[in-house]
């Protein structure tokens, strides 16, 4: 899977003031794009852009909350005037059950509240930014996915997933977004825009540090973790579509 040129190219990435969506954000704007950091909190994503712009790159904050109508179609407006384009669509914006939260005994709310975010959230952002991204010659839309939302290694003796304790929403919430990553790009597979959905793995994050309890040592970085999303962010026209990747290649479902 090659790189394309990313000269002139504008993304945006949710949930970009922190973590693995901050490190795709600056390794977008390293590669020459102008990059739109989206964040629901105007001080953190406002520091955040500053950062990368004292940093030499062309990074702007846009306020987004991925679960509010409102607060997307405001977004969608401000990127509409300017930059006025976008030709890449990070959706990395994801949140994860709390502690002893099971499917037995689930807080219904909180399991709506993750698919809110991290289902309904792409696709508020998706199909607000979609006539933008029907503009570009070669969009590209990567969702940040998790390798717990594939049912195959989830059901793997052998793999370390087996042995993570059941939870109520993250994972179904992910494989939710894996398949509705296969459908945005069935429907937008003659457009020229490019739909996958990435694993970055576990990385020494806030998020990770705060749900991942399976007793593993985590050394990756966000860094690392980002990787994978930019790579999908610039593939060559010809590229896969309605795909699953992690660094090593495709994930099974």
Not at 196 to 225: K, L, M, Q, S
């Amino acid at each position: 899977m090659s790189e394309r040129t990313v000269n002139d190219k504008v993304a945006l990435v949710t949930g970009a003031n922190k973590g693995i969506g901050h490190a795709v954000a600056a390794g977008l704007a390293a590669r020459g794009m102008t990059v739109l950091l989206a964040a629901r909190n105007p001080d953190l994503g406002e520091k955040a852009a500053a950062e990368l712009r004292d940093a030499g790159h062309d990074v702007r904050f846009v306020r987004l909350d991925v679960t509010d109508d409102a607060s997307v179609r405001a977004a969608a407006d401000a990127v509409a005037a300017s930059p006025g384009r976008l030709d890449v669509l990070v959706n990395n914006a994801g949140i994860s059950e709390g502690p002893g939260d099971r499917p037995a005994d689930a807080d219904l709310d909180h399991v709506r509240r993750v698919f809110d975010t991290n289902v309904f959230g792409v696709m508020r952002v998706t199909n607000a930014l979609l006539p933008l991204l029907r503009r570009s010659p070669a969009g590209r839309i990567v969702n940040v996915s998790s390798g717990t939302g594939s049912l195959t290694h989830m059901t793997d003796p052998d793999h370390y997933f087996w042995n993570l304790g059941a939870v109520a929403s993250y994972p179904q919430s992910k494989a939710a977004l894996n398949m509705l990553t296969v459908q945005y790009a069935k429907q937008l597979r003659d457009t020229g825009i490019l739909v996958n959905a990435v694993a970055p793995g576990p990385c020494a994050t806030d998020f990770a540090i705060e749900h991942i309890r399976a007793g593993r040592t985590i050394t990756r970085t966000a860094e690392d973790g980002a990787a994978i999303a930019i790579r999908m962010a610039t593939l060559e026209d010809g590229g896969p579509t309605g795909g699953f990747f992690d660094d090593d290649g495709p994930v099974p479902w």
